[in-house]
Every structure is written in structure tokens, then in C-alpha cells.
């Protein structure tokens, strides 16, 4: 069920909405291989009726699941939206659309939880990255038997005669 306030309830007192809105219906493609959303929203919110808008505040809070960019190790990252505000006109160019007397606060919802999508999520800040494979392994040799010879591009250029 979408995230609804209606607005006559909205002309006698302000309406507080508090609850868990599963992941399915926040209808988010992540586009992200690295992020994935599977956890529901933890909402609290407070929506007021302004003369020609909705004043909406609150809190949000969804962990999303997430991979290391750098190690690729499974972690959770918790995203908290703790002052979060929407602004949503009722009349206008960019007014909202009214079903039965209802808003869906759906999709300003989705839009602010996108936006605060970690860019490179890491499961910790000082996180190294993959081991380094090379460490403890004997050095290529090239064809002569000297090591390390004909694979650098050093080498190339020694050779030029200017």
C-alpha cells in the first residue's frame, strides 16, 4: 500500500503517519550493481495544509544492501534521512495529482531516498581493496632469462638512439 494522506482529515488537525513501507512498493531500480534494496522504510512523518501545499516532515530510515566498490565484500550501509521536508503544491503547474482525496507521498519519498544513494559505497572508509595477488609469486622472466626485461616500456625506450 503506497503512502497516502488524505486531505480532509488534513483540514481539522495536522496528520501524523508512522509505519513500514516494504521495499516493493518504494518501487526502486537501483540501475547499481553495487546497491540493492530489499529492506523496508521506516517512516515518521507529520503532514500539514498549507493555504495551497502540503508541508511534509519528518524522518526516514532504509538499510540498503549493499557492495564494497573496493573489496567487493556484502555490507549494509543504514541510510537516515532525520530532518527530511517535502514541499507538495495542490494547485499549479506542478501540482500533485488528488485520487479520492488522497495524496500518494510515494514518489517524493523515492526521489529524496535516490538522491542520498551512496555514490561509491565502501564497507569502511580506510578499506585497502583486494589483496594483491602478485606479493610472494616469482617475477616474470622474458625470454632471455633475465627478469623483468622487455616487459616494462622503459626498456623500449632505452633502446631508441637519439
Same mark, same amino acid.
Given at each position: 500500500?503506497?503512502?497516502?494522506?488524505?486531505?480532509?482529515?488534513?483540514?481539522?488537525?495536522?496528520? &501524523? #503517519? $508512522?509505519?513500514?513501507?516494504?521495499? @516493493?512498493? =518504494?518501487?526502486?531500480?537501483? /540501475?547499481?550493481?553495487?546497491?540493492?534494496?530489499? %529492506?523496508?522504510?521506516?517512516? &515518521? #512523518? $507529520?503532514?500539514?495544509?498549507?493555504? @495551497?501545499? =502540503?508541508?511534509?516532515?519528518? /524522518?526516514?530510515?532504509?538499510?540498503?544492501?549493499? %557492495?564494497?566498490?573496493?573489496?567487493?565484500?556484502?555490507?549494509?550501509?543504514?541510510?537516515?534521512?532525520?530532518?527530511?521536508?517535502?514541499?507538495?503544491?495542490?494547485?499549479?503547474?506542478?501540482?500533485?495529482?488528488?485520487?479520492?482525496?488522497?495524496?500518494?507521498?510515494?514518489?517524493?519519498?523515492?526521489?529524496?531516498?535516490?538522491?542520498?544513494?551512496?555514490?561509491?559505497?565502501?564497507?569502511?572508509?580506510?578499506?585497502?581493496?583486494?589483496?594483491?595477488?602478485?606479493?610472494?609469486?616469482?617475477?616474470?622472466?622474458?625470454?632471455?632469462?633475465?627478469?623483468?626485461?622487455?616487459?616494462?616500456?622503459?626498456?623500449?625506450?632505452?633502446?631508441?638512439?637519439?
Amino acid at each position: 500500500m503506497p503512502l497516502l494522506v488524505n486531505l480532509r482529515h488534513l483540514e481539522a488537525h495536522n496528520a &501524523e #503517519l $508512522e509505519g513500514r513501507l516494504p521495499a @516493493e512498493e =518504494l518501487d526502486i531500480e537501483t /540501475r547499481d550493481e553495487a546497491i540493492g534494496l530489499s %529492506q523496508p522504510l521506516d517512516y &515518521e #512523518l $507529520e503532514v500539514q495544509k498549507l493555504e @495551497e501545499a =502540503l508541508l511534509v516532515t519528518g /524522518r526516514l530510515s532504509v538499510n540498503l544492501d549493499c %557492495q564494497c566498490v573496493r573489496c567487493l565484500k556484502a555490507f549494509r550501509h543504514e541510510l537516515n534521512l532525520d530532518q527530511w521536508a517535502a514541499h507538495i503544491p495542490l494547485q499549479g503547474d506542478e501540482a500533485v495529482k488528488v485520487v479520492n482525496d488522497c495524496v500518494d507521498l510515494t514518489p517524493f519519498v523515492r526521489e529524496d531516498i535516490l538522491l542520498e544513494f551512496p555514490q561509491h559505497p565502501l564497507c569502511d572508509p580506510d578499506c585497502r581493496g583486494l589483496p594483491d595477488k602478485t606479493k610472494g609469486k616469482a617475477r616474470q622472466t622474458s625470454g632471455n632469462g633475465k627478469p623483468g626485461e622487455g616487459s616494462s616500456a622503459w626498456s623500449v625506450l632505452n633502446k631508441l638512439k637519439l
